[in-house]
């Protein structure tokens, strides 16, 4: 049965996407390409689209998912140049798919959404937004919100290292304009920023004071170019290119056990161990040094990173491991606990970003004037990380529980964009002005996601940005891409409240 596009009396939602970032652009293009609607808005804080693909510029950025699977399944890029792309290359593809479906036309570049407020008696979403160029401030009232903001947007910046004087910035801040040619740099962090960034700086500056907090399982980046034949049969063989993206996609699928548990899923996760391992062994000789590179958690709790030049670049005689931790910092010195001084002549934190802050503080108010960050707190209530009771007419992407630790997010964003679009059909069709998911829906299906994630390697006692401050896992999908999917295939309107069009 197709979807239905337009009310009864011919006319269409307005809808406001915050972000255009993958989530807010695939809100867009679906919008576009499945119910025909363009009464669309989207805002965007920065001058220009691709969310994290625009912030993170920093040396070596690149994507850790096959650039096969990170690609909008209704647009499939036929040149990536390599396997693993970097930064340039993927903002490249947004860029090149906004413009084909026009979407340039419909973003508010440099926009803040200052508040958002859901109107009982209206109906409707009042949207305050601000211009950052001029500071003019405007209203707009929308049926419905896709929020897609990413979860990974506010860079963490400890207030300890506030006291340094020499030039200093966030690696999703990169200040292209200072050269690091043959400077004394400091780089604190040691997640996946930071162990891309440091093999392609190494070579450039005189020392690299490299603090540690937690060091990383790593396996083999196995990246290589696509030649022009590889590009020839993507383009031009019938399904080849839908095979090779099938074959990744369910090759990243199955490594979803590594996360388990369960005793029957032990060897993958032995197994994924023993590579790292050997991987570590291989590339690290110095004793001393592999022994500070060595996690002492369990395989997965904390994010798996894919490089293979890494360990080389950390064994380089001018760079130096420090575990211990950051005492003091004043003027360009920094002191360890354990009494050592470093004085660098620039600081590149690598420290994150504060993924559990989700929704800013007097930011968003649902129903009955709900402050949804209060109401929320540490603890986020949503259905399949969606929408939640507070919200009517909301919907999150890549929201609560919704993130990936095995495969390609924009699969998620798909999927819920989609369920989305199957919910405002399924409104359009019966004449509805709002639907709420009901309360009992959400406490059923957060019920069985904290029992479910019980059994999973991201619920144990080592610390990482999948957890909040009480040990309970927000950031996390506990299954598969498939099983998600299969839950949201059909839009379920027995567990939400509508309300009739007046």
Not at 25 to 34: E, K, N, S
Not at 36 to 47: A, M
Not at 412 to 427: C, G, L
Not at 435 to 457: G, H, N, S, W, Y
Request: proline share 5%.
């Amino acid at each position: 049965m197709g979807l239905t596009k337009t009310y009864k009396d011919g006319t269409k939602p307005t809808v406001a996407i915050i972000g255009a970032g993958f989530s807010g652009m695939c809100a867009a293009i679906r919008l576009q390409t499945q119910l025909n609607l363009e009464t669309y808005q989207v805002f965007e804080l920065e001058p220009d689209l691709g969310g994290t693909w625009w912030s993170n510029t920093y040396p070596g950025a690149a994507c850790d998912v096959a650039s096969i699977n990170y690609q909008f399944s209704f647009e499939p890029n036929y040149e990536w140049s390599q396997r693993y792309a970097n930064q340039a290359e993927i903002w490249a593809y947004m860029r090149r798919v906004a413009k084909k479906y026009n979407l340039y036309e419909k973003i508010r570049f440099r926009t803040e959404v200052t508040r958002i407020e859901w109107n009982n008696s209206r109906q409707k979403w009042i949207v305050d937004y601000m211009d950052l160029s001029t500071g003019e401030r405007s209203v707009m009232e929308a049926d419905i919100v896709f929020s897609g903001a990413g979860p990974l947007r506010i860079p963490f910046i400890p207030k300890q290292f506030d006291d340094f004087e020499g030039p200093k910035w966030h690696t999703a801040q990169w200040n292209h304009s200072i050269d690091l040619t043959n400077k004394r740099v400091a780089i604190v962090g040691s997640g996946a920023s930071a162990i891309q960034v440091v093999p392609s700086i190494v070579d450039k500056v005189k020392t690299l004071e490299y603090y540690q907090r937690t060091p990383s399982y790593i396996i083999p980046r196995r990246n290589g170019p696509y030649s022009s034949l590889w590009k020839f049969l993507f383009r031009y063989i019938p399904f080849f290119h839908f095979i090779y993206f099938k074959l990744n996609y369910y090759g990243s699928e199955l490594t979803i056990n590594i996360f388990s548990n369960k005793l029957i899923h032990r060897l993958p996760r032995l197994f994924t161990t023993f590579l790292s391992w050997g991987f570590r062994m291989w590339q690290v000789r110095d004793k001393n040094l592999r022994e500070k590179l060595t996690p002492k958690y369990e395989m997965g709790c904390r994010r798996i990173v894919v490089a293979s030049n890494y360990f080389p670049a950390v064994c380089k005689k001018n760079v130096n491991v420090h575990t211990e931790a950051i005492q003091t910092v004043k003027g360009n010195t920094l002191t360890l606990k354990d009494g050592s001084v470093q004085e660098v002549d620039a600081l590149v934190l690598a420290t994150g970003f504060k993924a559990q802050e989700m929704i800013p503080p007097k930011y968003l108010f649902g129903k009955n004037g709900v402050d949804l960050e209060k109401r929320w707190g540490k603890n986020p209530s949503t259905y399949y990380g969606i929408t939640s009771p507070e919200t009517p007419n909301m919907f999150f992407l890549l929201g609560p529980n919704t993130g990936l630790g095995h495969n390609s997010v924009l699969f998620m964003i798909e999927t819920q964009v989609d369920y989305a679009i199957k919910a405002m059909s399924y409104m359009m069709a019966n004449n509805l002005s709002a639907i709420e998911v009901t309360p009992k829906a959400c406490q059923e299906f957060m019920t069985e996601l904290d029992k479910r994630m019980q059994a999973k390697v991201w619920s144990s006692t080592c610390q990482s940005w999948y957890q909040n401050s009480e040990g309970r896992v927000t950031a996390l999908w506990w299954g598969s891409c498939g099983q998600y999917w299969w839950r949201l295939r059909k839009f379920h309107p027995h567990n939400f409240v509508a309300s009739k069009r007046i």
